[in-house]
């Protein structure tokens, strides 16, 4: 997918992480002013103890190289160095602010493969059991699906918008449509859908976007029409919605391995994004030309703006920089999904595909896109038309066990609400903190268990979070509790002992 966000401001671009914000100075350096004071401090106490006794003023030159060691080094992210008796001081980038990811992949996946050779074909795969907090299952839908006809009040008028942007910017065009329609008790129609220059497919202009024209704190009469036409009305067109369900069912038989439960992933590593985020990985001179062409392609002028600074490495430090699919692959072979996981990936085309996926088919070999589970003969009447190909992946990723989210936008954020109205109110979504792998990825001296530790807290975190409800100014399509989904009480079974 390639829209921005609409949902209520659920996709701008996450704040400032603490750690980054507070540790520059207002000049850009990464020191503390107050650090530096104080150093500068200590070393003129310690040179002027040194200068009243006049028998170790031979050493004072060796103190002052010492003391500007220590200040550089202990406080900077410098690194020094002594070569032909020149101090050479190198700027070291900051924690997490470079890419590193092949080297850690270079070092884990010897481990990676030991613990796959020493496991039972499979039996201790974490997708068999990755939302322990979900199984109470508490919440279940409750908006009003039955309206009697004869009940309804004579029509004001008609209502008429005309739908834009991408798939799911659709979707929330025409919900938000049918609320405002409850609104003024008219009638609905949506004679045309019009498809921006992002997407690049054929049959309209676009005149009169809808998008967002509704306030999310609405009465939870109209909230309910909003979940109504979401949850229940709205369905693809019936050839998307045959090789759709085809296509599930082929993931179903694939996976019998594992009980039918497969993972899917959407995969935000297109060209576009990659040149969107502002990011460096290791392409090198050849990738920064690449992504210079495609900024300026899509976005003209827009990153050469006068005072326009670009700062790859403080992008991956507060988690901005879309995941390789290699981060992906380790991510969840971290988690506990082993060699024996059937993964789907939803995804446009991939940046230099062959070189960036093959890690991640590699730690996942038995992976699948809408061009692998589906003949191109069947896939020709969809080509070329970049929703009709997205409805493909979003109905495989809404009956996936496990969903991965990479990236914001629409896509995710309308996943996640329909999965938690599908599943008992949980999301079965793993969100990654972004912040925290880039840390992890930056370190390849990471021990494997430590590593491990770490990706299992976050899936931990993500099951825990998967029954979030949704806050003032959230998005309705995103968290539908409480509005569209009422708590149900559980019966809680205790295992008995027996002998």
């Known amino acids: 997918m390639h829209g921005y966000s609409r949902l209520g401001g659920a996709a701008r671009s996450p704040p400032s992480s603490p750690r980054f914000r507070h540790g520059r100075s207002k000049n850009g350096s990464w020191n503390s002013s107050k650090e530096s004071n104080s150093m500068e401090k200590l070393v003129f106490i310690l040179m002027s103890a040194v200068f009243r006794r006049r028998g170790l003023l031979l050493f004072a030159p060796l103190l002052y190289i010492s003391g500007m060691l220590l200040y550089m080094g202990s406080f900077s992210f410098d690194v020094v160095s002594i070569k032909n008796g020149v101090v050479l001081v190198h700027k070291r980038a900051p924690p997490g602010s470079v890419y590193r990811s092949p080297q850690v992949f270079e070092k884990l996946w010897p481990l990676m493969e030991a613990e796959a050779a020493n496991s039972n074909n499979g039996t201790g795969n974490v997708l068999m059991k990755a939302w322990p907090s979900g199984e109470l299952r508490e919440w279940r839908p409750c908006a009003n699906r039955s309206v ?9 008028g008609f209502l008429i918008i005309e739908a834009n942007g991408g798939l ?8 938000d449509a049918v609320a405002v329609a409850g609104l003024l008790n008219a009638t609905l129609l949506i004679p045309i859908f019009h498809l921006n220059s992002v997407w690049r497919d054929s049959r309209a202009v676009r005149i009169a976007p809808f998008s967002n024209r509704l306030a999310q704190a609405v009465p939870s009469k109209i909230q309910r029409l909003r979940c109504f036409a979401n949850f229940g009305a709205l369905r693809f067109s019936e050839p998307i919605q045959a090789l759709a369900e085809s296509m599930v069912e082929r993931m179903i038989k694939y996976s019998s391995q594992s009980g039918g439960k497969y993972v899917s992933v959407h995969l935000r590593f297109e060209e ?12 090198g001179e050849e990738e920064k030309h690449e992504m210079d062409i495609a900024r300026e392609r899509s976005w003209r002028g827009k990153f050469k703006r006068k005072h326009r600074i670009i700062k790859p490495g403080a992008n991956r430090v507060d988690g901005r920089c879309p995941l390789t699919p290699l981060e992906v692959g380790l991510m969840l072979r971290g988690m506990g999904f082993d060699n024996t996981t059937s993964v789907y990936v939803a995804a446009g085309k991939i940046y230099k595909e062959q070189k960036y996926m093959a890690p991640l088919k590699q730690m996942f070999p038995r992976l699948q896109t809408k061009n692998t589970l589906a003949t191109p003969e069947e896939l020709a009447q969809f080509m070329g038309h970049s929703t009709r190909l997205a409805a493909l992946d979003y109905t495989v990723c809404l009956h996936s066990e496990v969903f991965v989210t990479t990236q914001g936008g629409n896509f995710p954020h309308f996943l996640m609400g329909h999965r938690r109205y599908m599943y008992g109110g949980h999301a079965k979504t793993v969100k990654p903190d972004k912040r925290k792998l880039a840390l992890l990825f930056d370190n390849p001296n990471i021990r494997w268990k430590e590593f491990k530790q770490q990706m299992k807290d976050m899936l931990r975190h993500s099951d825990l979070k998967g029954t979030e409800l949704k806050k003032a100014g959230g998005s309705v399509y995103t968290f539908p509790m409480p509005d569209c989904m009422c708590k149900q009480p559980v019966l809680k079974i205790e295992n008995a002992n027996t002998t």
């Open 168 to 175: 799911n910017q659709q979707r929330l065009s025409i919900c």
């Open 148 to 156: 009697p006809e004869a009940e309804l009040p004579k029509s004001n």
């Open 272 to 283: 576009d994004m990659v040149a969107f985020s502002c990011c460096e990985y290791d392409g």
